[in-house]
């Protein structure tokens, strides 16, 4: 069984800054991919950027120039700062994670239950 708990969401204005952080924790053997997704209200969930363990990373073009993602492979953490928010980033955003388990033997994808980050103009 493997846990993603996100954390850091809130409410800012227009302008402002927020950092998100998700934990992985669990039975994990390895995790490729960890990334943040995002989901307006009446939109579908759409990749906000996402993050190899060697530190590939890609971005939507929404965001590139402005968030950031980075991640600690020893505590299974990766983060995403966001910077010069606009109120279009308003959402609940969602962690993802590609994991490898013993138990399983396979990669399966695991998410997070989602953290709300809304953007006041």
């Known amino acids: 069984q493997v846990q993603l708990v996100e954390s850091g969401g809130g409410l800012v204005q227009a302008g402002g800054s927020v950092r998100l952080s998700c934990a992985a924790s669990?039975?994990?053997?390895?995790?490729?991919?960890m990334g943040w997704y995002r989901q307006a209200p009446g939109k579908q969930r759409e990749l906000v950027a996402r993050?190899?363990?060697?530190?590939?990373?890609n971005y939507a073009d929404s965001v590139r120039g402005r968030f950031t993602i980075s991640r600690d492979n020893v505590k299974n953490t990766v983060y995403l700062q966001m910077n010069s928010l606009e109120p279009e980033d308003t959402a609940a955003y969602y962690c993802?994670?590609?994991?490898?388990?013993?138990?399983?033997?396979?990669?399966?994808?695991?998410w997070g239950q989602g953290t709300q980050v809304t953007v006041s103009s």
């Open positions: 669990g039975s994990i053997f390895s995790i490729n991919y």
């Open positions: 993050i190899n363990s060697g530190g590939s990373t």
């Open positions: 993802k994670a590609d994991v490898y388990t013993r138990e399983l033997g396979a990669w399966l994808d695991y």
